[in-house]
């Protein structure tokens, strides 16, 4: 797919909802302060980049192996966005180089995630949130199955408990899983139910695995949980 085609998807009725959902839970879980310096892993075409730029104002960076995607993202993104050719398994920045470091959807498509989470933890100081596709939801039955549909082709699924399995042994500090987008489509009724389902039951379609790093919890504001 084309980086203007599949840009374009968060500009539809449906695929704004899921866009602004996904936002909404990672800034809300990143809770990102003032001029914190963020990496942006698997950035694609830059829709979270930009967001995350827009929330924080501080000098935000994407990276990805698709150069055509990195141009696009580039056009699009205003000053104080960097975005550079990289791969997640192998990233070139030294241990604590970002405040906040974020993959979205980027994960299920690397065969070698655990090498990704590794480096994501490694480059990062104080938070990092992984963005994955949760097996057990509506949207799996829907778009998942045999290989998966559209832009959902290649990906792997995980359970909760997989995704959470994924920080296992690492050093993550302390790590939690939320979950959103449980009914798909978009309509009111979906927008209702997920603000009103309860946060136990990880049934959403997008999961987001997040870290505090062993001595950023300490450090935290009052405002992070
Ligand atoms: C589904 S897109 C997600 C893009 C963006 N994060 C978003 O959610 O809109 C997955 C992205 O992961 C990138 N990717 C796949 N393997 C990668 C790797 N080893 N290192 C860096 N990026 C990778 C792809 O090029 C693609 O841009």
């Known amino acids: 797919m084309d980086a203007e085609a599949y840009d374009r998807w968060y500009e539809t009725p449906y ?6 959902r996904e936002v909404a839970l990672l800034l809300e879980e990143l809770a990102p302060r003032p001029g914190e310096t963020v990496l942006d892993v698997g950035c694609g075409t830059g829709f979270f980049t930009r967001a995350l730029a827009a929330a924080t104002g501080g000098p935000v960076t994407g990276v990805d192996l698709d150069t055509d995607w990195l141009a696009y993202a580039r056009r699009r993104s205003a000053a104080g966005v960097t975005y550079e050719a990289a791969d997640a398994r192998s990233l070139p920045y030294g241990p604590a180089s970002f405040d906040l470091v974020v993959s979205i959807t980027a994960l299920c498509f690397i065969e070698e ?3 990704a989470v590794g480096e994501l933890l490694r480059v990062a100081r104080r938070r990092v949130a992984i963005g ?7 949207l799996w039955l829907q778009k998942g199955r045999r290989g998966g549909r559209n832009g959902y ?10 995704a959470a399995g ?21 309509g009111r009724l979906a927008r ?20 505090d790093l062993p001595g950023a919890a300490a450090a935290s504001s009052g405002g992070d949980e």
């Open 15 to 20: 695929g704004r909802w899921v866009g602004q």
């Open 113 to 115: 995630e655990r090498a």
């Open 132 to 138: 994955l596709l949760n097996r057990r939801s509506l």
């Open 153 to 162: 082709r290649g990906a792997r699924w995980h359970t909760v408990r997989e």
């Open 166 to 186: 994924l920080l296992a042994g690492l050093h993550a500090g302390r790590t939690r899983v939320r979950t959103a987008l449980h009914l798909p489509g978009g």
């Open 192 to 211: 209702a139910m997920d603000r009103l389902w309860p946060r136990w039951l990880h049934t959403g379609a997008f999961i987001l695995l997040v870290a």
